[in-house]
Structure formats: C-alpha cells, structure tokens
C-alpha cells in the first residue's frame, strides 16, 4: 500500500519543493512522522517567522515555498506575514493541519470550522480535499496556481488521517508529471501602438517596479532605457528593485505621494510604468497625478491591477516579455541621452552619534558587490535607497505590505536560497521585535545573515507622521529599555553594540569576512528621510 503522505512527497519531489518552513503542532505530525532525509525542514518558533522566511525564500528563489502550519491557530498568527506576502505577490503554499474527518461534525478541539474563509483575502485559492486522495491534487493545483500570474500564496487544509490513507498511485504519477507554462506577452497590436507612442514621445520616462526585479525582468528594463534614452525612477514605495541603480540613468526614488509625482515628473510627456502599481502612495498629499499632458502606459501580468488604475492604459502580460517585444519594436533613440541621475547625498561622520544616513552610507562602502539588503528600517528607507546602490538583480527586499516582522525572517530565507550571497539585515529596533525568535533559527541552521538594528527607542516613523498631520500628544510612541544584543545573545546569536562609523565598518567587515549569524545594534539619532 502506497500512502497519501508517500505520494504527496514524490509530488514534491518533483516539482522541486523540498524544503519546508513551518511550526508544527499536533495535526501536522502525521504529515512529518518519517521525514524523508533529502527534504529539508527550517522550523520557526512563532508563524509570523516562518512565512516570512518562505516569502524571502521564494523571492530570491523565483520559486514556491512550502509552510506548514498548525491548524486555525497557527494561520492565523501567520495571517500578519500573509499581508506582506499577498501584496508581493510571493508565491507561497500553505498547508495548515486539520482535526480527523471523523470529529469535524463535533468540531473538537483543534477543528478549523471554515478553513477555506480564514485566510482570505490574502490567499489566492483556499481549498480543503473532500476526500484522502485527493490531497495530492490539491497540492498540486495549489503549487500550479501560485505560480500562475499574478502569483501569490494558496492554503490547502489536510485533515491529520488523510496522510495514512490509501493513495491513488497512477493519479499521483500524472501529477507529479504534469507542468504548466504561463509566459506571454502582451498582445501585439498593442505592443506595436505603443513602439509607435514612445518613438514619438519628446521626453520619455521609465518607472521600474518589483515586476521587472527578477533577472529577466532587470535585463529587459536595462536594455528598453539604454535602446530608447530613457531616464529610469524607482516607482514609489515598490519594495523591490526593478533597475541597477548604479545605472546613469537612474534617476531615483519617486516620493510616495500624489503631488511627489506629478511634481517629480515634471518635463516628460509619456510616463512607461513596468511591473509596477499605479501608484503605492501613502499618505495622502492630493496634487495633479501627472505632469500637464502627459500619457501613461502601465505594463502589468495583473488584469485587477490594470483595472483599478486611476488614470492611463494599460497593457496586460509577462512584463519583461511585454519589454522585450517592445525593444524590437521601437527603433533606436536619438535624444541624447538622460542627464546623470542624483548621486548618494553626502553624509556627516562627525559627532557623537550617527545618523541612519551615515550607518547606510558605512554598509554602503562595506557591502560586497553581491550583497544584498533586507531593509525593514521604514522611518529611514528612502535613505538606504539613496545611499546603498545596486547593481546586480535579486539585490533588495523590503516588506510590500507594510506588515512589521519581515526583515529577520525574509533575510534567513534569502539567504537560504542565496548562500553564496551576502545577506544584511537593517530593521528597526521596533520592527525587530514582531518576529524577534527568527534569530534563533538563524542560530539553529548556522544561516550567515547579518542583522543591523538601527535604535531609537522609539516608532520613529509614527513619530514623523504625526508632525505630518499635526497631531500631538500621542501615546504609545516609545519604546525604551529593550537590550537587543541581550536578546540576540539568549538565542544564540553573536552581538555587539557599535556607535561610530569606524566601528560599524570593522564590524561589517568581519561579519563579511567570517560568516555566520550575527547582530550589529547601531544608535542612531532618529533624523533620516521618510516618504513625504
């Protein structure tokens, strides 16, 4: 007799999903009793940690991630997580355990009453097997439908007996064979209407977005500004990068805020958005979208993003596909070629403390050419991006959905996936303490991230929005007292407290030069750049 468990992992198996993040209890132990020796499990001790080690793992692979956990109360804990990862469009599978079939009538302890509704809307498909067999195919549509574009996590609920059921062996065998391609550009016509747009356009522009992060995306966006003279901004508050910004041409950050952009803008007559949204803004600063005049063609693989656009067309397919076809479509450019974008603001080592500009600015110059940066410092991003420069793919993660506890995790699952990669981890002194035992499992696996706090004692970003509105008087704000080298140092991570520049320096220095996990507390002053 062949099991459900027996074949679900041969399903696995073949389509490449052999390691698993997860938080077991209880119901998922019929699914781990026996666990094969070629998987992998990284186990996370709180959920919000677990999926954002598999959203990290699953960017900086291109690939689904598997999670596993514990029933209604294990995906709720990690529903937090789920917001970040159904705003990037990580493709995630979540298997969450379920009481036996026969005491789900009664509900007895530990019974999901509604799996499928718990989790949305931030799961693509949700989908409970009305049979044992059937947990292979729904794993397997699961796997196909994450990957689908717009990808994004799916959840699948396997009651706890399913696994020693009797399995449908050939049924597993066609799975495990079957694959789906979903690669198109966007329809022709279009493609070529637009060529026609942006050889016409007097002072074209190029807006990179998380689409184009991947190295595909990267290459086909790189090559369309160089083949056309485009100048290139990073769309506003997209949390990956979808150009070098090393690159001449590039040009920026954009600002967060409708009047930013109409403002920023000022002077190009065809706006091109690639992989990006019409726009993330946050907060709300009411302005003229765009410059007077001007057009905007918006290049998305998301028909719902396309339709909740504001303002301009849009275009619907593979966006690196789309820029590829539009590359052969539009002649050569002969403008000249965009002014040299803005270089790194110059920073003040001098004093007693440090700005977050300046620690950027010391990572910066540490920082091996493949090293990558997971930023979830949110009162100071804007200047990791102006200070840190990237020219490589696949090089900055941040968390797309605002939801704090990303940075440790997703940084253990970059580097997971990336281990020839240095990875640095800059976070809050706030935001570390949502997902604060992800450093155990850095500890556990011997995962080489470093971890930079930036600490100021208190939400500064909060603090800052409440200068933007006026408001005053406002608790809750501060958070004295917490000894994060204390706390890296009880779940076995190596931590030291730094305060100057050169002491930064020496100490990225040796965490690049002898690997493996590490904190790096750095006080900081509090002044940096915020979104508006």
Request: charged share 15%; proline share 10%; with cysteine.
């Amino acid at each position: 007799m062949t099991s459900v468990r027996e074949t679900t992992f041969e399903l696995f198996r073949a389509y490449g999903l052999t390691t698993v993040f997860g938080n077991p209890g209880s119901t998922e132990l019929p699914m781990l009793v026996d666990f094969p020796a070629d998987f992998r499990y990284v186990l996370g001790l709180q959920e919000g940690a677990v999926v954002g080690m598999a959203d990290g793992y699953a960017q900086a692979t291109g690939r689904p991630a598997l999670v596993n956990l514990h029933s209604a109360p294990g995906v709720a804990t990690g529903m937090g997580a789920l917001v970040n990862a159904a705003a990037g469009r990580v493709p995630l599978v979540v298997t969450a355990g379920q009481q036996i079939r026969a005491m789900l009538t009664g509900q007895a302890l530990l019974t999901n009453p509604d799996p499928t509704t718990l989790p949305r809307p931030l799961v693509k498909w949700s989908f409970e097997p009305p049979r044992p067999q059937d947990v292979p195919a729904a794993l397997a549509r699961a796997t196909m439908l994450a990957m689908q574009p717009p990808r994004g996590p799916v959840l699948v609920s396997l009651p706890m007996d399913d696994w020693a059921a009797t399995a449908d062996v050939e049924a597993g065998r066609l799975l495990a064979a079957r694959r789906v391609a979903a690669n198109s550009a966007a329809p022709t016509d279009a493609v070529r209407v637009l060529a026609d747009r942006l050889a016409a356009a007097r002072s074209p522009v190029l807006l990179a977005g998380s689409a184009v992060a991947d190295r595909d995306g990267w290459t086909a966006a790189l090559a369309l500004a160089e083949h056309c003279r485009l100048p290139v901004y990073w769309a506003p508050l997209e949390p990956r990068c979808g150009f070098p910004t090393s690159h001449p041409a590039y040009q920026g950050t954009l600002p967060a805020t409708q009047a930013g952009v109409g403002t920023a803008l000022q002077g190009h007559d065809l706006i091109l958005v690639a992989g990006a949204s019409v726009f993330r803004y946050y907060p709300h600063v009411p302005g003229p979208p765009l410059p007077e005049g001007a057009e905007l063609v918006l290049l998305t693989d998301d028909p719902e993003e396309a339709a909740r656009a504001p303002l301009g067309d849009a275009i619907v397919g593979e966006v690196a596909a789309t820029l590829r076809c539009l590359l052969d479509a539009v002649p050569a450019a002969t403008r000249p070629a965009p002014p040299i974008g803005p270089q790194p603001r110059p920073v003040e080592f001098a004093g007693g403390s440090l700005t977050a500009a300046a620690a950027y600015a010391v990572i910066a110059r540490t920082l091996p050419p493949d090293g990558i940066v997971v930023c979830e410092s949110v009162s100071n991003l804007r200047d990791c991006q102006d200070q840190i420069r990237f020219a490589t793919p696949g090089s900055f993660y941040s968390p797309a959905g605002a939801s704090l506890g990303f940075g440790v995790p997703a940084a253990i699952g970059v580097q997971l996936a990336r281990p020839e990669r240095p990875v640095v981890a800059v976070v809050g002194d706030g935001a570390l303490q949502y997902t604060v035992p992800a450093l155990w499992t850095a500890a556990r696996y011997d995962v080489p991230v470093t971890v930079v706090v930036l600490r100021n004692d208190r939400y500064a970003v909060l603090e800052d929005y409440c200068d933007f509105l006026g408001a005053t008087n406002v608790p809750g704000l501060r958070v004295p007292g917490i000894d994060n080298v204390l706390l890296a140092q009880g779940y076995g991570v190596s931590a030291s407290s730094v305060h100057s520049p050169d002491e930064l320096d020496a100490a990225l220095r040796e965490a690049f030069a002898n690997p493996g996990p590490r904190l790096l507390e750095v006080p900081i002053d509090g002044s940096g750049a915020t979104h508006w």
